[in-house]
């Protein structure tokens, strides 16, 4: 349960800290002091988008601050082992959002994505608020609330994923059918394509070879001429070559080294020059012997060359991407040859696909059809306790119209309310007075936290629209709720806040100009005083402080008749 709240520099709260206890704790306050506010905290500390517009102006920054007890949540414990953030049975939650509209998540001190946060926060505290009656009118929120009640999460995830493969199978199974009309043409152009560059020698083909072997041949001449003058010049010119000018020179430099002994590396250095000039030469000599003209593969080179190159400029590509095009073209024309073995491959996943969605959905349907009977019995009972003495509510659990599966499987439910005998049961929106529409919501809303986990519920102004010995029974409802957990209630009623195992007040106070809200726990005294103004408005009478004492003790003394 929620432990500790700090609050630092958010909207019109300068800085709050707040101790809480389990059971429940009232929030009241006059219009316009800032009563949502602690829910503002609430929501943007587990995970709600916020910008700079929250920052108290002249703040650099805001921060909320919670602090939880885990031994009441053991999914939150199960989630922060999961996510290896447990830190000695507390879990504590920061947020910081910065002027620039940034913000920061923490837990346990280290950092976190705001989903993650979100997360955390659905296993550690629920809200409900205030316009739950407008969004009760949806289709959509009955079949949540029904879902919600009969715990049926896992089937949900389960019919949402085969919903899924259902969707992605039917999407490809439909491109491939539509497509199957033009195939038989792509098909014979393919095989076209195919066999001329197959006849053309292309899948074994090595253009960079036939360019530089054309390259030599085209060339053989000139190779040749210039080849066995560089040879004369380096070594077959008896007298005029580079062999035996060096040959000279290392002659009169050895007779030289014996009168100036210096000289005799330089000789040496010749001498190695020597060496390497002669190897030179004999091994250009062996390579012009090798190179011979070949006028027929000449011709067939340049053939070949020619046919690879008009091949490239028809398919748009480099002459070496050839032998890519081809495997290509093949690798097409075996998905086409292959597509109605894909057909039929789709056409069986789809049924299979459909025939498990089949069973998942008929297993939803009967886990509705159970929660619905179950919650329409408890909610029937408790709008009879809420001012409503003949009422009945039903849950219509019915096929859904949809000719193809949902994400949700293949019931609507529709939520029905009966307000007089002899009148046949109709939809909420059509019978429900606003009053009457507010006291469902609420009958909905505690029937369906009975079997919840969540050791924090929040109820903001939920109380709206309904007054007298009704609030009266709402605040003892709520008050029975927070027996085995925390709850806390945002109330105007003094019926519903008299119940309260704990009572905070909310007020607006005004500092050099400064208008700020400040959040209080009451004492027995004080907390007679507030309902008294609640009571009386703007007059407090003996009286009323009389009724609020009353109020106050009444609770107390029907716990000790219990």
């Not at 002459?319 to 109605?340: K, T, V, Y």
């Not at 004080?526 to 009389?546: D, H, P, S």
């Amino acid at each position: 349960m929620l432990v500790h709240l700090s609050i630092r520099d958010l909207a019109v709260v300068r800085s709050l800290d707040l101790e809480f206890e389990r059971g429940l704790t009232v929030l009241t306050g006059e219009t316009g002091a800032g009563k949502s506010i602690l829910l503002t905290a609430l929501g943007l500390a587990l995970g709600e988008r916020a910008d700079s517009g929250f920052i108290r102006p002249g703040a650099a920054r805001a921060e909320i601050s919670l602090s939880f007890g885990l031994e009441d949540a053991a999914d939150a414990r199960r989630w922060l082992d999961e996510n290896e953030l447990s830190e000695d049975g507390e879990c504590l939650v920061r947020r910081v959002i910065s002027q620039d509209g940034r913000s920061k998540a923490f837990v346990n001190g280290r950092p976190v994505t705001l989903q993650a946060l979100q997360e955390l926060g659905s296993s550690l505290v629920e809200i409900h608020g205030q316009h739950a009656h407008v969004h009760l009118l949806k289709a959509a929120e009955q079949r949540r609330l029904l879902d919600e009640a009969a715990g049926n999460e896992s089937l949900l995830v389960q019919i949402g994923n085969l919903y899924d493969r259902w969707r992605s199978t039917r999407c490809e199974l439909e491109k491939l059918t539509n497509t199957a009309k033009d195939q038989a043409a792509r098909e014979e152009l393919l095989r076209y394509q195919i066999d001329e560059l197959e006849q053309h020698g292309i899948s074994g083909l090595d253009y960079p070879a036939l360019v530089d072997e054309h390259t030599l041949l085209a060339n053989v001449g000139k190779i040749l001429t210039t080849g066995q003058a560089q040879l004369e010049l380096l070594y077959e010119d008896e007298s005029q070559s580079v062999n035996a000018r060096l040959a000279q020179a290392i002659h009169a430099l050895s007779d030289l080294s014996r009168l100036a002994p210096e000289l005799e590396e330089t000789t040496a250095l010749l001498n190695e020059a020597q060496v390497q000039v002669k190897e030179g030469a004999l091994q250009l000599r062996r390579q012009l012997e090798r190179i011979e003209a070949d006028p027929g593969r000449l011709d067939w080179l340049e053939q070949r060359l020619g046919d690879i190159h008009r091949l490239a400029r028809k398919h748009q590509v480099r002459p070496e991407e050839l032998p890519g095009l081809l495997d290509s073209l093949r690798s097409e024309l075996n998905g086409i040859a292959h597509g109605s073995e894909r057909i039929e491959a789709l056409e069986s996943d789809l049924r299979q696909v459909l025939t498990d969605y089949g069973k998942v959905a008929d297993m939803l349907s009967q886990r509705r059809r159970t929660a619905a009977s179950r919650l329409q019995s408890r909610i029937s009972e408790m709008i009879q306790e809420l001012g409503m003495p003949q009422g009945q509510f039903l849950v219509d659990v019915g096929a859904e119209n949809a000719k193809e599966p949902t994400p949700f499987g293949l019931d609507q439910a529709e939520f029905l309310v009966s307000a007089n005998p002899g009148l046949p049961p109709r939809p909420l929106a059509k019978v429900a007075s606003g009053g009457e529409l507010s006291r469902i919501s609420l009958a909905i809303q505690v029937a369906a936290t009975d079997s919840k986990t969540v050791p924090s519920l929040i109820f903001d102004e939920v109380d709206t629209g309904i007054g007298g010995r009704v609030a009266e029974i709402v605040g003892q409802k709520l008050r029975a709720l927070g027996q085995g957990r925390q709850v806390f209630c945002v109330t105007h009623l003094p019926q519903v806040a008299a119940q309260g195992h704990y009572h905070l007040l909310v007020e607006k106070v005004s500092t050099d100009g400064v208008t700020l809200s400040t959040v209080r726990k009451l004492s027995r005294e004080e907390r007679k005083q507030e309902i008294a103004r609640m009571l009386g408005g703007i007059r407090v009478t003996q009286q009323t402080l009389a009724h609020a004492e009353e109020m106050l003790n009444s609770h107390l003394q029907s716990e000790l008749e219990v």
